[in-house]
């Protein structure tokens, strides 16, 4: 046991280990990894959520932020000094200053560095900071981004011969100091920038690496942005010119500031089997997800499983009814008993009801006695979120029509109401009233919600819609379609357009669109799987023609899709 551990009893005559109370405030260093917020460790998370200022290395800034309070200060290291007041660029706050004053105010002081910060310089410069002015600071580890860079790149650091490996920063080698690179067969890893990439594999030339040992390096490691370049010591620089990514006379402006992280030596000739991030089958694709920003997430993590970049463009913006007392009465009437069932046909007519619910003090118990059904699997889940369990989903198609096959018809002998609340937005197609009321129901159509197209997107997304910016869309009904085309415009004819069923098909064909992708079952989460196979298909046929993998928003502008 540690001396400052507690105890059941205390010590005789207090505990000499303790000086008083523990400081209020702290400052907890703390590894964001390398890029991937995936990547994050589950104490990582649980301090975040407890954070009063968050201080940020720019690369996984957005990602930690999401984690921190509402209310959170936050800063990026790029606008912090780390020494005087004066030496921070931009007239930005010393570091230091920032630190000290904000522990001693008793707030808890979050400092995120890329990576791990057992391996960052300056974090440590910060640590013998705080030692020497008294400031209570602890340590969360990370995944260090030269252990997570190339294991995303699929190259595996140690054989099973045991090889050596050793960690080389490219500043110390070119700088022309001592560097010990071991023995020919050490896998070394090195950490420099694209610009100093040439001279960094011509320095680990001039310490004794032969010209012809395989080299492997990747920019963006562990994010969608991420790109691999297999190669020679002697041969990357040729290599990056002509794949555009170094500066060359025919070439645009590149970053030559991009971090890099290289391995050099046998262990990369595993890429070629290892290799799991950058050939999911849509890595790399900006996919538009035009849906509201509630119907959204789900699936855009389902894209970002298969390598995409999903960015969620709301069509649609849902508003409470005009007139309230509607809902009010029918709120009422469950709680009374004047229903038998009660159907959703959709995420936002649970929401619409669950809303009410909180507003009159009541919960999921209020559903006691009453039969709940459910459109399909995505409505089910929102209720079973909400601690209701449905009592009827369509077991075939995932629709109003669907539900209805499986409805019972109303039996005065069974069913002592004969009532249904029908729950839903002011623009809904009868199909479902229609069908209940031939089985004998009676109907309370409610308009629980408004559905009214929402405010055009940013000017560069919508340039980026009509330019070919995009590499797929997903259309999950027919009026995300006609929404989208009447805020946005019309996507470009290299995106490739994903409709959810036939009358979503339908409507974007009439819009001139040319549909690519067809869910096999009208669901978001079979739609998006079906746009990964198609990715999955073009990946597999590019790479058996021994072409490149190219997206489709980099083909160039203007040229015409093949029929597929």
Same mark, same amino acid.
């Given at each position: 046991m540690s001396p400052t551990a507690a105890t059941d009893t205390p010590l005789p005559g207090g505990?000499?280990? *303790?000086?008083?109370? +523990?400081?209020?405030?702290?400052?907890?260093?703390?590894? +964001?990894?390398?890029?991937? /917020?995936? %990547?994050?460790?589950l104490r990582a998370v649980e301090v975040l959520a407890s954070a009063d200022i968050l201080v940020a290395d720019p690369l996984t800034a957005a990602a930690v932020r999401s984690h921190c309070p509402a209310g959170v200060q936050v800063h990026t290291t790029a606008a912090l000094g780390s #020494? !005087?007041?004066? =030496?921070a660029p931009d007239g930005g706050f010393d570091l230091a200053r920032l &630190?000290?004053?904000?522990?001693?105010? #008793?707030?808890?002081?979050?400092?995120?560095? =890329?990576g791990d910060p057992g391996l960052d310089g300056c974090a440590a410069e910060e640590m013998l900071s705080c030692a020497k002015s008294a400031i209570p600071f602890e340590v969360i580890p990370g995944v260090a981004q030269s252990v997570g860079v190339p294991a995303y790149a #699929?190259?595996?650091?140690?054989?099973?011969n045991g090889t050596d490996v050793r960690f080389v920063d490219g500043a110390a080698l070119l700088a022309g100091g /001592?560097?010990?690179?071991?023995?020919?067969?050490?896998? %070394?890893?090195?950490r420099t920038t694209l610009g100093q990439l040439p001279a960094t594999a011509n320095a680990l030339v001039a310490n004794g690496r032969k010209p012809d040992s395989a080299f492997c390096a990747t920019l963006?490691?562990?994010?969608?942005? *991420?790109r691999s370049f297999t190669a020679t010591l002697a041969t990357i620089a040729a290599d990056l010119k002509a794949a555009r990514v170094l500066p $060359?006379?025919?070439? +645009?402006?590149? =970053?030559?500031? !991009? $971090? &890099?992280? +290289? &391995?050099?030596?046998? *262990?990369?000739?595993?890429?070629?089997s290892h290799s799991w991030f950058e050939t999911k089958p849509l890595f790399g694709w900006n996919v538009l997800v035009p849906r509201t920003k509630e119907q959204a997430t789900g699936l855009s993590d389902q894209l970002r499983s298969y390598g995409a &970049?999903? *960015?969620?463009?709301?069509?649609?913006?849902?508003?409470?009814?005009?007139?309230?007392q509607q809902m009010e009465r029918a709120i009422k009437g469950l709680v009374t008993g004047r229903y038998e069932w009660i159907a959703f046909t959709s995420v936002n007519a649970v929401r619409a009801v669950r809303e009410k619910f909180e507003e009159y003090g009541l919960d999921a118990r209020a559903f006691a006695g009453i039969k709940v059904a459910a459109v399909g699997e995505t409505t089910a889940q929102s209720l079973v979120d909400f601690g209701v369990k449905p009592d009827l989903v369509p077991s075939g198609e995932q629709s109003a029509a669907g539900l209805l096959e499986d409805w019972p018809p109303y039996d005065p002998v069974f069913d002592p109401i004969d009532r249904v609340l029908l729950p839903r937005a002011d623009i809904a197609t009868e199909t479902l009233v229609a069908g209940l009321v031939e089985l004998g129901w009676e109907v309370d159509d409610v308009t629980a919600y408004r559905t009214v197209r929402a405010s055009p997107p940013p000017a560069e997304t919508r340039e980026a819609i009509k330019g070919g910016g995009f590499d797929a869309v997903l259309f999950t009904s027919s009026s995300t379609v006609r929404n989208l085309v009447g805020i946005a415009g019309k996507p470009h004819n290299v995106t490739v357009i994903a409709c959810i069923g036939p009358a979503t098909a339908k409507t974007a064909e009439e819009h001139g669109l040319r549909v690519d992708v067809m869910a096999p079952a009208p669901s978001a989460a079979a739609l998006a799987q079906a746009l990964a196979d198609f990715g999955a298909r073009r990946r597999d046929t590019a790479t058996a023609a021994g072409e490149p993998v190219y997206r489709p928003s980099e083909r160039r502008p203007g040229s015409r899709r093949k029929a597929r």
């Open positions: 505990n000499p280990f *303790q000086a008083g109370p +523990a400081p209020a405030g702290r400052c907890t260093f703390l590894g +964001a990894g390398p890029g991937d /917020p995936g %990547l994050l460790t #020494g !005087t007041a004066t =030496d &630190v000290a004053e904000a522990v001693r105010a #008793g707030k808890h002081v979050v400092r995120t560095v =890329d #699929g190259v595996p650091l140690r054989g099973s /001592p560097v010990d690179l071991g023995s020919p067969e050490t896998t %070394l890893v090195v963006s490691g562990t994010t969608t942005r *991420q $060359s006379p025919v070439s +645009a402006p590149v =970053d030559t500031a !991009t $971090s &890099v992280i +290289a &391995v050099v030596g046998e *262990q990369v000739a595993h890429r070629i &970049v999903p *960015q969620e463009v709301p069509t649609i913006a849902v508003e409470p009814p005009r007139t309230p």
